[in-house]
Each structure stands twice: as structure tokens, then as C-alpha cells.
């Protein structure tokens, strides 16, 4: 009977045995299908995702050749063609058995982060309601994440810091390479980076359009005011762009002219007028896949074309 009992216990083990590794060769079969299955549908959505970037850089070329297209016969796009491109969307559009959405943001709305002084990202911060502490501490510990040394600026972060604090992510020492990294650098909460994130790029030359960025934005550059800001945004909402900081100037009582005027050279070489550089962003899916593949690329006005500058497939 004992003997009888060990070979039972024995047989129902090796049942177990073998179940555990009947199983284990299906999950590894079922993800080997899913992994090939999602290959085979990013690859049917990437041809819509570069046919969505096409269709933006031809309506793009379009504006640029003839500003006054239906729907956007306002004068001033005489004078900016490219003129808030992020109400020109383009509906989901079918392509095959696949779908593309695309979005344009004007590139020069948000403040370029590779270009960024350690005062603007400073003033940036404040703008968005960081108290003043915090955004200094947190503006040293950007700058020092992108800088090519290990030396940490007086209120900053190094990878020395990053070590002792036990933190997974270090510093890159140089550019960040997606916005989503400014996650890990010291200092920076969910909250800060919420508010942050929409005021940034790593897209284009880093000059900033007065009549297209937000007030928080237009409060980092040299210069700006209070005030000064205001002006610009009652334009905006009155449909009349500034077009020269002379012209920005004689709308500005004696103190905000003059702090101005103390930082004109830096803020002529940061602030534009018109969109030149158009980002967009197309979104591709199958019908039914939950796979995504978003397309991104930099358009730049030059003449009455629309120069594809630099683009990204994910």
C-alpha cells in the first residue's frame, strides 16, 4: 500500500510537471503570435502615419503659396500664412484598413529646452506657480542633467547626488533625448512636470513667437513682463499681431519699456513674429488593433514651400 501511495503521489507530480510545462510553452507561443501579430499591424499603420505627415507638409505648402485658403481668409495670415496651425487639423483620415489623425502645434509656442538659459527655465517655473526655492533649485538640477560635466551647480544635481539618493535614472550629461525624462530629474514632482510639459520642445531653433506661446512662455524670455505680456495677448484675442519689438515697446508704460529695452539684444535673438516651424504629429491605428504608430516631424516655411526638416517613427 505504501508503495502503491508513493507512485500515485509520483504520477499526480509528474502530471504537475509536465502541465507546468505544457503551459509555459503556450504563453511563450501565444506572446511569439501577439509580438508577430503586433509587428504585422504596426507595419500595416506606419505607411498612414507617413501619408498623414505627407498630407500636413501639402496643406502646409498650400498656406504658404496661398494664405488665404477657405475657411482662413483673415488679412493677417498675409502676413503669418502658418498662422495658428493648430486649428487647421486634419479629421482621422482612412488609409486602407487603417486610420491617421494628425496634429500641428507651432513649434516656436514653446520654449525650446536644449536652448533654454537657466534663467528663462527659471522664470519659466515661477510663471507656472512653482514656488521660487523650488524653481531655482529645479532649474540647476535641469541644466546640470544636460551639461557635459559632473560639476553640480551650487543648488543643483549631479550623478553623485542621483547615486546617493538611490534613484534608477542618472544624469545623461547632455540633451535630453524625450521630454518624458525630465520625470527623473531631481526635484521635479508629477505636478510640476503636469504644467511643465506643455511648455516645452526639443523641436527647432529655439526662437519663441510672441503672437503664438502661452504667458507662461512669453514670462521666461528676457525682458518680458507682466505687462508686456498682457499686450501681447490682448493683440492676439483682438486679431492684431505685434510685429516688431518697436512696435511691442511703444505699448509699454515707462518701467516695463525700459526693462525691456535693457534686454533687447537677448530677447531679439529669442523672439519671432510668424509660425516658421510647424510640428506635426501623426497617430496611425488599424481598425480593431490596439497598436498605435505616431509619426513625428519639423516643417519649416521657406518661400512657398514646406521643408521637411527632421522626422521620427514610434
Known sequence: MRRGGFALVAALWLLVALSAVGLEFSL?????????????????????????????????????????LPGHTDADRWFDPWAQPQVLLLDSLKQGDSRVRVTLRDAGAALNLPRATEDEL???????????????????????????????????????????????????NRSFDRITDLRYVMGMTPDIYRRLRPCLTLLGTGQVNLNAADQPVLLALPGMTEQAVTVLLRRRTGHRPIRSLEELTNELPTAPRAELQAHLPELSARAAFETREVVAVANAWTDGSPVHVTATALFARAGENAVLVWRSVR
Open 28 to 68: 511563450r507561443a501565444r506572446a511569439r503570435h501577439l509580438a508577430a501579430a503586433n509587428t504585422l499591424e504596426a507595419g500595416r499603420a506606419a505607411p498612414a502615419a507617413a501619408a498623414g505627415l505627407a498630407d500636413a507638409q501639402a496643406l502646409l505648402a498650400g498656406l504658404a503659396r496661398e494664405p488665404a
Open 122 to 172: 527659471r522664470r519659466l517655473l515661477v510663471a507656472l506657480r512653482v514656488d521660487a526655492g523650488a524653481a531655482d533649485r529645479l532649474a540647476q538640477a535641469i541644466m546640470d542633467w544636460q551639461d557635459a560635466d559632473d560639476l553640480h551647480r551650487a543648488r543643483g544635481a549631479e550623478r553623485d547626488d542621483y547615486l546617493r539618493a538611490g534613484r534608477a535614472a542618472l544624469p545623461a
